[in-house]
């Protein structure tokens, strides 16, 4: 079984550009969760989708960063305009269902902001 | 909303020794901990969990023990070989959303 697949691997920006990554979790895994991990410390949740739905966005700086999950399979996250405090680790992960439990980790982009 | 505290930051131990890392968590409402191990440059990978009617479960050399009266629960690693040596975290799902600790870096000396 294919495990959740991520792109780019790694991205270097300057503050204030674009930058976008993009998941492909397992396959049937109905929800998808992206995450924010900042050296040092544990993976902060910034956005759940069930299927094609937004389950929770609480953490998502809504401001600067959008996501969305067409047709419910992949999806793509978006930070414009990015800020230096926005180098970290993100990292995608989907689970069977929003009851299933068990969650499975993409490799992570690492993007760095100068 | 939920809060969870890992301890200690870093361990070292040497091959064959055990090693225990202990979380709490502040959400009573919260029913699932799940532990991941995180290699270098690799997303976490879930090696253990526990769920809120159970005590303990064991898989092999590591197990997890989970008190819901005092709120914490523990991974244990027993006979660590130097392949154990990863972060370490632990997290607290409440309602679909999953808190983690922040890390345990735990290096197993030869």
């Known amino acids: 079984e294919a495990g959740v697949a991520q792109s780019p691997r790694y991205k270097i920006i300057e503050k204030r550009q674009s930058v976008a990554f993009w998941c492909n979790p397992i396959?049937?895994?109905?929800?998808l969760y992206w995450y924010q991990q900042i050296l040092g410390q544990g993976p902060k949740l910034l956005i759940q989708?069930?299927?094609?739905?937004?389950?929770?966005d609480s953490q998502l700086p809504k401001d600067r960063f959008s996501a969305e999950r067409l047709k419910g399979v992949d999806s793509t996250l978006k930070i414009q305009p990015a800020k230096l405090e926005d180098s970290a680790v993100y990292l995608c992960?989907?689970?069977?269902?929003?009851?299933?439990?068990?969650?499975?980790f993409g490799p992570g982009t690492r993007l760095t902001v100068t | 909303g939920e809060n969870v505290e890992q301890h200690p930051s870093t361990l070292s131990v040497q091959e064959g020794d055990s090693a225990v890392i202990k979380c709490t968590y502040s959400?009573?409402?919260?029913?699932?901990f799940p532990w991941y191990k995180q290699e270098l440059g690799k997303g976490p990978q879930l090696i253990i969990d526990?769920?809120?009617?159970?005590g303990e479960k064991k898989d092999q050399r590591i197990a997890v023990t989970l008190n819901k009266t005092a709120k914490h629960f523990s991974l244990h690693i027993t006979e660590t070989q130097p392949e154990d040596s990863a972060v370490y975290f632990c997290?607290?799902?409440?309602?679909?959303?999953?808190?983690f600790g922040d890390g345990t870096t735990l290096t197993v000396k030869p």
């Open positions: 992960a989907s689970s069977f269902t929003g009851e299933s439990y068990e969650q499975y």
């Open positions: 396959s049937g895994h109905a929800t």
């Open positions: 989708f069930q299927n094609n739905g937004v389950v929770d």
């Open positions: 959400d009573s409402a919260s029913n699932y």
């Open positions: 526990i769920r809120s009617n159970v």
């Open positions: 997290a607290g799902l409440n309602a679909g959303k999953s808190t």
